[in-house]
């Protein structure tokens, strides 16, 4: 879709003598969802803020928008990027309106637009109350409307979804969805892959500073190379047919008296299944457990780890 | 600019919600209240005095309440915001630190000249009333000191800045507040005091007794305040000072803004080199 929006070219960071980012190059488009995703302390937050240009990389380059976001020039391209900091507790004392209207002012953009975001997020019915008697959900909703506030080109989340229930989840999601299909570069950082669903194109990991895996789903599962796990249950009268079969070819495992587990390549699992079922044997049951998010994402962290 | 004037318009409004005005307003006009009505109850007689006594009883006042009030609203600006998250927030915003600093800076100088102008001005409006007229000269002596009363407050609030950019944990900076409210209102005159009546006049010359004073907003205050009008000086008992002034009116009040700009300048230089 729309081109380039966030260019880092061997990025570093270090606080001191601690490393926070190390080398990190990496480029986002628009239109696309990204998953950040590492540890906490892996430097998803320090990457956020390198493209925020809250502070400078101690080496490298960092683009937002063709500009270096630390420059003060910069200050015009931060009109067009939204961002929602990982905790952050707004003015108690003001109302929802009174709070969005000031960044909109900051961001030169018109308070009159600014009922709608807040429908958008779904606390329009409590603008003019103030923020001290909002719940965590609708504080969090309300960071939310003013990273929105003038249709941002890249919006940078920092665990958005970290602690909140579901139907915000999905909230946030939506509008995740919404804004990337009309063009805007989305990155959501989370600590956990599971948490972020199926809610991203490209996933990128990061660990110990660095980045380790940069792709999208799909190839992160075929590069992590997970097996899948098949459980075939067997009928009473098979229970000691079945190791004889699996003897054969697979490597399997009992894990009670009529259930076995067969674990095998992401790639092998319809000849597996193929074989376990075409034989004259009784199957009760079969149950294919898919490597999950959290199983690809600690892939990538032992293989990091091993070497 | 314009984001100067949005920064500080929001302080104004923060301060208005939580009482700061309404409070430091109510405390100021309370003390110069009770200052102007008792306020010749040094000089022997209960009941109001002349206007002159007045100005060395609110200047002396001033030199207490001011400069901790300016700490009190001035300490948690960038270190509380920091670790509330917000700070980071604006700044991912199209605004640079050093109008973040300078917009908070002004909303809190408006807050402070509010509390100021009202507490002093009920004073001075409640002796114009009842009590006798008074010269000009008297009035001019007043004005000079809500003026200056208002620019120490500036002091001190640069000064909670650059505390409040250089540390991490806000409650450290509000520690190191009180400690610098202590030395500046209270302690570096009593030692200053000590060192003379010590060294009787062998190293102490009047022109480093002179410099010792500069370095010290509220002497320089209080030399503004009480050698600038003949009156005020018998008054305050300064009269004995006023002879070894070396400095005029102009020179005072240049150092009194040198106080406010240097701190401030101070504060955003730090505030720009520190690591979020």
């Not at chain 2, 005091?193 to 006049?201: E, N, R």
Request: some cysteine; glycine content about 10%; hydrophobic content about 50%.
């Amino acid at each position: 879709m729309s081109g380039v929006t966030v260019v880092l070219r061997d990025a570093s960071k270090n606080y001191g003598d601690h490393v926070a980012v190390q080398g990190v190059s990496l480029e986002l488009r628009g239109g696309e969802r990204i998953a950040l995703v590492g540890h906490n302390g892996a430097g998803k937050s320090t990457l956020i803020k390198l493209m925020l240009g809250l502070i400078r990389p101690t080496a490298g380059t960092v683009l937002v928008l063709g500009e270096d976001p630390a420059r003060r020039a910069a200050t015009k391209s931060r009109s067009r990027i939204g961002y929602l900091p990982e905790n952050v507790a707004l003015q108690p004392s003001m109302t929802g309106e009174e709070l969005l209207a000031f960044y909109a002012r900051l961001k030169h953009q018109p308070v009159a637009a600014n009922p709608k975001i807040l429908s958008r997020v779904g606390i329009a019915h409590a603008a003019h109350r103030r923020i001290a008697t909002y719940s965590k959900g609708m504080r969090q909703r309300l960071a939310l409307a003013q990273a929105l506030i003038g249709d941002p080109r890249v919006l940078l989340l920092d665990e958005p979804t970290t602690g909140l229930d579901p139907a915000l989840r999905q909230t946030f999601y939506s509008i995740v969805q919404e804004l990337s299909a009309q063009g805007a570069t989305v990155l959501l950082s989370s600590h956990a892959l599971s948490e972020l669903e199926t809610q991203t194109d490209r996933v990128i990991v990061m660990n110990q500073s660095r980045k380790i895996a940069d792709g999208t789903l799909a190839e992160l599962r075929q590069r992590a190379q997970r097996p899948v796990r098949i459980k075939v249950t067997v009928g009473d009268d098979h229970v000691n047919l079945f190791p004889k079969i699996g003897a054969n070819a697979l490597e399997w495992r009992r894990v009670s008296e009529r259930s076995f587990e067969i674990c095998c390549a992401e790639h092998e699992k319809v000849t597996v299944l193929r074989q376990v079922t075409s034989g004259d044997l009784s199957i009760a049951d079969v149950e294919i457990v898919d490597p999950t998010l959290d199983d690809i994402y600690a892939h990538f962290l032992y293989a990091e780890a091993a070497e | 600019m314009r984001a100067v004037a949005i920064i500080a318009l929001k302080e104004i409004r923060d301060g208005l919600r939580n009482r700061w005005v309404v409070a430091t307003t109510l405390l100021m006009t309370a003390l110069a209240l009770t200052l102007t009505l008792l306020g010749a109850a040094p000089t022997g007689a209960v009941g109001t005095s002349g206007l002159s006594a007045t100005v060395v009883g609110l200047s002396s006042l001033t030199i207490f309440l001011v400069p901790l009030i300016a700490l009190i609203i001035s300490y948690d600006a960038i270190a509380g915001e920091l670790e509330r998250g917000t700070m980071a927030l604006l700044l991912s915003y199209p605004v640079s630190r050093g109008a973040v600093v300078a917009g908070k800076f002004l909303g809190a100088t408006a807050i402070l000249s509010i509390a100021t102008v009202a507490g002093y001005g009920a004073g001075g409006g409640a002796l114009a009333i009842v009590g006798e007229a008074a010269d000009p000269e008297a009035w001019a002596a007043f004005s000079t000191m809500v003026g200056t009363s208002i620019a120490l407050g500036m002091v001190f609030i640069a000064l909670g800045y650059v505390l409040s950019a250089a540390v991490r944990d806000p409650r450290t900076a509000g520690g190191i507040a009180i400690g610098l409210w202590l030395l500046f209102a209270l302690i570096y005159d009593m030692a200053l005091l000590g060192l003379l009546v010590a060294d009787q006049g062998r190293v102490m010359t009047a022109g480093l007794l002179n410099v010792l004073l500069m370095a010290n907003p509220t002497d320089v205050y209080r030399l503004l305040n009480f050698t600038g009008f003949s009156e005020l000086s018998q008054f305050a008992g300064m009269a004995g000072l006023t002879k070894q002034v070396y400095f005029g009116t102009p020179v005072l009040a240049a150092m009194l803004a040198a106080w406010i700009v240097i701190p401030l300048g101070g504060a955003i230089l730090l505030f720009n080199r520190r690591e979020l």
